[in-house]
């Protein structure tokens, strides 16, 4: 018997996951004497300055008072991968809030070719993140496959933020004032694309071949007829079903060739894809069906080619995992009871464009150059008051007026949600800066006056967000002001060295792919 698994990536409780269960049965299996325990620390994939960095943080807060396990005995990165680099590989990037007289003043900064009739107020994180990607922009990353340096690219570089909202809402305002190509892990209603709407026609006619619309769809997208070609067989027989029109003009004399040989692929796609469909499920026959029909033609012809092209791979993935993919009625129902059919898509490779995508989204993946943002907020929800506390372990609270105080059993369910509620935090800010292979930026926006030391035994009582744990984590550095190697980077953003920008009625860009697109987009 084999159990495989990294409790520290256990990042899902909100679906009712729970890590207890392979911590429990590895405690058990620990105790057997015909049992035993390998743990894999060794890593072929990040810098090692980033491995070593997750290991001082983590060997603090992640321990068995904390989150059920001894990270500095158990998972210690032992780093192999030979990745050099031109900058630091790890990075802090902080936004200090001043104090200042009035409260609540938002911070206005200009749009470069436009500061003299628009004005835009960016989040100061947001902006701090997108100073920073222009910087980069005119660097160089170590491309492993093909053992050397080379320019960075928009698509090396992801920011992962805890739950799309104001800073992503912020960085895709930026990004789009400023013409930089991106991409917003978010969810897409796939009946938006014009390749999925013609997917989705081709399953309807499987399971109904005299619906009009889906047959014209069919024979325009898949089998090369023109809206010419469709109008012409409808004229010759306007009274018929379209499926009937076109077997009557099959058998006309004076019929054109290139209908015909549209007619003809219908019937030969149709019969091939249905017993594709019956035998090996609907995800093999729609990939049959692309491949051997004119439908890459119809590809091809799409403006908006790349973005239509991974909406389709979405709908595919959706089909794919689907449980009905083997039922093909259950799983147009599933498809056509609603207006939109919304997924997760996230975009990979292929298309030269920014990542913003959640952490969640990210777990299993890696990425070239990692901005782990929004640390400086309070890491636990804000937690809205019930008159029912339950636990699986503890039972159900009842306060049956509102006047009553809180009972000790209450307090009791409270402190254990919390305990569970910082573990998974913990592992959460564990998978965020164990994506990153070459570079990490660590961002946050917040006051940072003064740091404490952290451990697992004061955890529970400094300030409750990321950053904190991460400053108070870092062993003989001075936390408060900038500080710059080779292997590390930490440096402070007042609002200051924004309004700088605001009085000069610019933002400065050094990456001239950037500028040369605005000019463009003014021309």
């Not at 015909?34 to 743990?39: D, G, Q, R, V």
Request: charged share 30%; net charge neutral.
């Amino acid at each position: 018997v084999f159990i495989v698994g990294d409790p520290k990536q256990s990042i899902y409780a909100f679906r009712q996951s729970d890590v207890s269960i392979f911590l429990n049965k590895s405690k058990e299996f620990r105790q057997s004497e015909f049992a035993e325990e390998f743990n894999l620390k060794n890593n072929y994939r990040s810098n090692n300055k980033i491995l070593e960095f997750c290991n001082t943080i983590f060997k603090n807060i992640i321990t068995e008072k904390t989150a059920g396990l001894n990270y500095k005995e158990t998972s210690m990165f032992h780093p192999f991968a030979d990745i050099p680099t031109k900058f630091a590989p790890v990075n802090i990037l902080l936004s200090r809030q001043v104090k200042k007289e009035k409260e609540n003043t938002k911070l206005n900064l200009y749009k470069v070719f436009d500061a003299k009739t628009k004005q835009l107020t960016y989040n100061n994180e947001a902006y701090m993140i997108f100073k920073k990607i222009c910087e980069l922009l005119d660097g160089e990353i170590y491309d492993d496959k093909i053992k050397t340096f080379r320019k960075i690219k928009y698509s090396d570089i992801t920011i992962l933020v805890r739950s799309r909202g104001n800073l992503s809402n912020s960085l895709v305002k930026i990004f789009e004032d400023y013409n930089v190509p991106y991409v917003l892990n978010a969810e897409k209603d796939l009946k938006k694309s014009k390749l999925v709407l013609a997917l989705i026609c081709a399953l309807n006619l499987l399971s109904n071949y005299y619906d009009d619309i889906d047959l014209a769809t069919f024979l325009n997208r898949f089998c090369g007829l023109s809206f010419q070609d469709l109008s012409e067989i409808r004229l010759k027989f306007p009274q018929l079903k379209f499926k009937d029109a076109c077997k009557e003009y099959f058998n006309l004399f004076d019929a054109q060739g290139s209908i015909l040989n549209g007619i003809k692929l219908l019937y030969t796609l149709l019969e091939r894809t249905k017993k594709i469909c019956d035998v090996e499920g609907v995800f093999k026959a729609l990939n049959w069906l692309i491949k051997n029909s004119k439908f890459l033609d119809f590809v091809d012809e799409l403006d908006n080619n790349e973005e239509e092209q991974q909406m389709m791979q979405s709908f595919l993935t959706f089909v794919e995992t689907n449980k009905y993919n083997n039922k093909l009625i259950l799983l147009l129902n599933l498809i056509n009871e609603n207006d939109a059919l919304k997924v997760e898509q996230n975009l990979n490779g292929g298309l030269d464009r920014i990542n913003i995508t959640t952490i969640h989204a990210s777990k299993g993946l890696e990425y070239n150059i990692v901005f782990l943002a929004e640390l400086g907020k309070s890491i636990f929800k804000n937690s809205h008051s019930s008159d029912i506390k339950i636990n699986k372990n503890l039972g159900i609270a009842l306060r049956i007026n509102e006047a009553d105080d809180v009972s000790i059993f209450e307090k009791a369910i409270k402190n254990k949600e919390r305990e569970l509620e910082l573990a998974e935090r913990l592992r959460l800010l564990y998978v965020g800066m164990t994506r990153a292979k070459n570079h990490l930026f660590l961002t946050a926006q917040g006051k940072f006056e003064e740091i404490n030391f952290v451990d697992e035994n004061n955890i529970n009582f400094v300030e409750s967000n990321y950053m904190q744990y991460i400053l108070g984590s870092l062993e003989n550095k001075n936390v408060l002001s900038d500080f710059e190697n080779e292997y590390f980077c930490l440096k402070y953003f007042d609002e200051e060295n924004f309004e700088n920008d605001v009085n000069k009625n610019e933002l400065k860009i050094n990456s001239s792919d950037i500028l040369l697109q605005n000019i463009e987009k003014i021309r």
